[in-house]
């Protein structure tokens, strides 16, 4: 059963730091595409990167352009977000997704197949 978990969320102050990890299992990750969803109360969920199987189609949303980084390591089943200079707007429940597509990742969750349970990052003085 393909499934994928979430890690890495928490409290942090604004300006702080987390990397968000999600973990595959019963699937290879590797020829899949990644996205990075989130979701703030009371908002829709919105995307915020994502990563071709390849890894070499990367997007992020002008919203945390400069601040975040989406990596991948296929050996760990892997994939990360890097997430920097945190504002509360960051705040919500982040979610990974796979979709199987080897040369582009797609913003559009419509796209994807499997969904984490998300992790929360809360960001707040």
């Known amino acids: 059963q393909p499934q994928l978990v979430e890690s890495g969320g928490g409290l942090v102050q604004p300006g702080g730091s987390l990397t968000l990890s999600c973990a595959a299992s019963g699937f290879t990750l590797g020829y899949y595409g990644i996205g990075w969803f989130r979701q703030a109360p009371g908002k829709e969920r919105e995307g915020v990167s994502c990563?071709?199987?390849?890894?070499?189609?990367?997007n992020l949303a002008d919203s945390v352009k400069g601040r975040f980084t989406i990596s991948r390591d296929d050996a760990e089943n892997t994939v990360y977000l890097q997430m920097n200079s945190l504002k509360p707007e960051d705040t919500g429940v982040y979610y990974c997704?796979?979709?199987?597509?080897?040369?582009?990742?797609?913003?559009?969750?419509?796209?994807?197949?499997?969904w984490g349970q998300g992790t929360q990052v809360t960001v707040s003085s």
């Open positions: 997704a796979a979709a199987d597509d080897y040369y582009y990742c797609s913003a559009s969750e419509d796209d994807y197949d499997y």
């Open positions: 990563i071709s199987g390849s890894g070499g189609s990367k």
